[in-house]
């Protein structure tokens, strides 16, 4: 596609309850990351895949958060049992290669546990 | 561990006025990224630095990497309300893929 899609855009969930987001990114591009930003504060690194290769799992922040990438190309970032702290903005990119020449985003999905 | 700072976190200045936004980081990177974000809306990317002493400009923004000094700076010139948002400064270090973000600058400009 033209840029870097994620859906759904805006989702409430109830505190204990599982939640998935998508993300597609650019046709062609092999490398794609998903970074969390909460309210007022910077970006943090969750995990980052490139082409074939073994995640980077390093910035998931607990094992309630889990990634997968099928067939090169669309991710899903699974939240289990959500908690309140979750409550922030995802947000996917994606790159040629591994993005020495910069990132582009998608809009985020803003989660909300309530 | 690589950390990046920006100041200031927030700046709130009159039209037409100059400002220079700051970003430091820890350890030695060999490029450097400067991305706008509007309220509610994600990140865009305005400049791409990949070398000591590198400059790029693209209207009213001007954006310098000093590798030795570790640092970055993104100079505002004659700010107009459009530049209002709010901007990131991201490091990556040789051989990684993983940015490593500022906390960010939120610029207001007041007509």
């Known amino acids: 596609g033209a840029g870097v899609s994620q859906s759904p855009s805006n989702k409430v969930t109830e505190k204990g309850k599982d939640v998935e987001l998508r993300c597609d990114p650019i046709?062609?591009?092999?490398?794609l990351y998903w970074y969390r930003q909460s309210l007022g504060q910077g970006l943090e690194f969750l995990i980052y895949?490139?082409?074939?290769?073994?995640?980077?799992k390093s910035g998931l922040p607990s094992d309630r958060f889990s990634a997968e990438r099928t067939g090169g190309s669309v991710s899903t970032l699974t939240i289990q049992r959500t908690q309140q702290e979750d409550s922030a903005v995802y947000l996917c990119?994606?790159?040629?290669?591994?993005?020495?020449?910069?990132?582009?985003f998608g809009s985020g999905t803003r989660l909300t546990v309530v | 561990e690589l950390k990046v700072e920006q100041n200031p976190l927030f700046l709130s200045m009159q039209e037409g006025k100059n400002y220079t936004i700051y970003c430091n980081y820890s350890?030695?990177?060999?490029?450097l990224y400067w991305y706008r974000q509007d309220p509610g809306k994600s990140l865009e990317s305005l400049f791409v630095?990949?070398?000591?002493?590198a400059v790029k400009q693209e209207g009213r923004l001007m954006a310098s990497l000093d590798t030795k000094a570790r640092l970055s700076t993104l100079h505002i010139t004659a700010a107009v309300h459009d530049l209002s948002a709010t901007y990131f400064c991201?490091?990556?270090?040789?051989?990684?893929?993983?940015?490593?973000f500022g906390t960010g600058t939120r610029l207001k400009v007041l007509a």
């Open positions: 990119a994606s790159s040629q290669d591994r993005g020495g020449y910069g990132y582009t």
């Open positions: 046709s062609g591009h092999t490398a």
């Open positions: 895949f490139q082409g074939n290769s073994a995640p980077d």
């Open positions: 350890t030695t990177s060999d490029r």
């Open positions: 630095l990949l070398s000591n002493g």
């Open positions: 991201a490091v990556t270090t040789s051989g990684t893929y993983k940015y490593i």
